[in-house]
């Protein structure tokens, strides 16, 4: 499983108010992804990290901010959600080997 | 910027071999990844192709010609596990050589 860990797993929350989602890695890769999933949609980039404090804006950005203080956790925040923001959001890391991507277990999240 | 199109839904029957096509337009081409992601789980990797031709791991092959901006993903000896949906990814080394998926295509393996 590459030592990826995210949490919560599932959250239901309210329009308007903040969310923040946790990627937890084992291993001091350098490059992390956050991804959503979507119905018709499939795997969409929102930002990476290519480092601490090292970070930039993937395809679907908007209403999403992260912060990677140390190399091994990249938090993704929705700063006020809204029922678009309704998602499976998957991170992911890149290793060395091929520049593939493992992902981790994924957070079901629910906006009402 | 990336078109990756892949069929939506298959069918094969147990046993049998299924050919999952993808083609892919990107302006920065450096790699395709294919991934297999059963219902409510990760995606998990299968296969990775940068040169033209033909990868082999056990069951599955992956094959690529980059002149025609085509992949596909080979499945023999279907069992029942690989239904699943399989996933198109295009690696471009534009901007910060990230990965780009299709839509992904769903497979189901009857009896």
């Known amino acids: 499983d590459a030592g990826i860990t995210q949490s919560p797993r599932h959250k239901v929350t309210e329009t308007g108010t903040p969310v923040t989602l946790r990627c937890h890695q084992t291993?001091?890769?350098?490059?992390m992804y956050w991804y959503r999933q979507d119905p018709g949609h499939g795997l969409r980039l929102i930002h990476y990290?290519?480092?601490?404090?090292?970070?930039d804006k993937g395809e679907v950005s908007d209403g999403y901010s992260v912060s990677r203080s140390k190399t091994e956790d990249f938090l993704l925040t929705l700063e006020s959600a809204t029922s678009s923001q309704t998602s499976v959001y998957f991170c992911?890391?890149?290793?060395?080997?091929?520049?593939?991507?493992?992902f981790g277990p994924g957070t079901r999240l629910t906006v009402l | 910027g990336q078109n990756i199109d892949q069929p939506t839904e298959m069918t094969a029957t147990e046993g049998a071999i299924v050919q999952i096509n993808c083609t892919y337009q990107t302006s920065g081409f450096n790699g395709l990844f294919w991934y297999q992601q059963h219902a409510g789980e990760a995606p998990t990797f299968l296969s990775y192709?940068?040169?033209?031709g033909l990868e082999e791991k056990g069951r599955f092959s992956s094959f690529l010609s980059r002149s025609k901006g085509y992949s596909y993903l080979l499945l023999k000896e279907l069992q029942m596990k690989d239904s699943a949906s399989y996933l198109c990814?295009?690696?471009?080394?534009?901007?910060?050589?990230?990965?780009?998926f299709g839509t992904g295509t769903r497979l189901t393996v009857i009896p």
């Open positions: 291993e001091n890769h350098r490059y």
């Open positions: 992911a890391i890149r290793t060395g080997l091929d520049n593939e991507q493992f």
């Open positions: 990814a295009v690696f471009d080394q534009t901007g910060a050589n990230n990965l780009f």
């Open positions: 192709n940068v040169l033209d």
């Open positions: 990290s290519y480092g601490v404090k090292d970070t």
